[in-house]
């Protein structure tokens, strides 16, 4: 209770106090019955009840249904854990393939010798341009219905570039006696298709008469 109200109660019975004493000596030297006084403090005690419940009142703070129910919810720690770890949950299932490793349409872009690897295992990729235009998708549009890689991924073991093309050592797996990695076949690939996406259509190719 603010010290202000507590000032204002006690002048309030002081005043009180003041009134009633003196008709109460006054009505005692006049012959008054007993009842008389008994009535006083009665009346006495029921105004004082009163300002005390009127002063607790103003310091109990209201609150509604909704804010009763949050505030309880709040002490709960258990609920609030379990209330995060849900809309963690939605959050990942909203996203979708924004943030999944594999952001290609039903998540289907495999990479046969990696495929039976365990997770941790570490390998190296080349990334080579496909020889097709890949339309980019909005950020929305990604997020529902993936995205197609530009690239398709090679596990390598070495590479050397040697003038206009990448001469590589395609990766084959490792020796299940040994865990050596075994050896594989040396290809080439053009830089210019590592790089650019390079396609080959019927119109680029034509025939004309000189005149």
């Known amino acids: 209770m603010p010290c202000g109200q507590r000032q204002n109660i006690h002048i309030v019975l002081g005043m009180l106090l003041v009134i009633f004493c003196p008709l109460t000596m006054a009505a005692a030297e006049e012959g008054f019955e007993e009842a008389y006084f008994h009535k006083v403090k009665l009346l006495l005690f029921s105004i004082f009840t009163k300002i005390v419940k009127m002063s607790n009142r103003e310091n ?13 919810f709040k002490k709960n720690k258990p ?11 939605g959050l990942i299932a909203l996203l979708g393939y924004a943030i999944s490793p594999d952001q290609s349409p ?3 872009e495999q990479i046969p010798p990696l495929a039976l690897k365990a997770p941790g295992h570490k390998a190296t990729l080349l990334a080579v341009r496909k020889n097709k235009k890949i339309k980019r998708k909005s950020f929305f549009n990604k997020m529902l219905f993936g995205q197609e890689n530009p ?3 090679i596990p390598i073991n070495n590479f050397e570039i040697k003038e206009d ?8 797996g490792e020796d299940y006696k040994t865990g050596k990695i075994l050896k594989g076949k040396q290809k080439e690939v053009l ?3 590592v790089l650019y996406p390079l396609s080959f259509r019927e119109k680029n190719i034509n ?3 000189a005149i």
């Open 191 to 193: 830089l210019a298709d």
């Open 151 to 153: 690239y398709k991924h």
């Open 165 to 172: 093309k990448l001469i590589y050592e395609a990766y084959e």
């Open 60 to 72: 109990i703070k209201r609150y509604s249904p909704n804010e009763e129910a949050w505030r309880r």
């Open 79 to 89: 609920a609030v854990f379990g209330l995060g770890l849900v809309l963690l949950a």
């Open 106 to 108: 039903k998540a289907n």
């Open 207 to 209: 025939s004309k008469t």
